[in-house]
């Protein structure tokens, strides 16, 4: 399937502002992107360094405020009901723990840095989603 430019560049944007974002991190406060853990600490008291945390995770939904506000949000549709939500919530959160990070963590710092638990876990992430999608196809008969 080839994508259209002009559907391409969006995504293409998104992954060199992440990067960019990536890179100023580690390099002006020599921290991992990792949004598990950037969350884990800014929900700590005690923590020293809870600043930054915050301004980095109330920039996440404001870039996408920001997209909405310059090219029209997209239709929000849920197909999931709140409980099941909030059981995948929790799950993710306990994989984040045992697997020590997240999708952004290992996949874009991990991975920039050359670690093997990283690419392990990376690769860990993309199998488990694409028997996921699998398993829902083939019980919900989605082509």
Same mark, same amino acid.
């Given at each position: ?8 560049? %969006? ?5 060199? #502002?992440?990067?960019?974002?990536? &890179?100023?991190?580690? #390099? ?16 700590? %008291? ?6 930054? !945390?915050? #301004? ?9 405020? *920001? ?18 939500? #909030? ?8 994989? &984040? ?19 093997? !638990? ?5 690769? &860990? ?5 694409? *028997? ?12």
């Amino acid at each position: 399937m080839i994508i259209p430019m002009d559907h391409a560049l %969006p995504g293409f944007l998104g992954g060199l #502002a992440i990067g960019a974002a990536a &890179t100023f991190l580690l #390099a002006m406060l020599g921290r991992i992107a990792g949004v598990s853990g950037i969350l884990g600490q800014a929900l700590d %008291p005690s923590c020293s360094d809870r600043d930054w !945390r915050l #301004a980095f995770l109330v920039g996440l939904p404001l870039g996408a405020v *920001a997209f909405a506000a310059l090219e029209g949000a997209p239709p929000v549709q849920m197909v999931a009901r709140p409980p099941l939500l #909030a059981a995948a919530g929790l799950l993710v959160g306990m994989g &984040t723990r045992l697997g020590s990070g997240c999708t952004s963590g290992h996949g874009v710092c991990g991975l920039a840095r050359r670690s093997r !638990r990283s690419l392990v876990a990376t690769l &860990t992430f993309i199998a488990v989603g694409m *028997a996921t999608v699998a398993v829902q196809r083939w019980l919900f008969g989605i082509a």
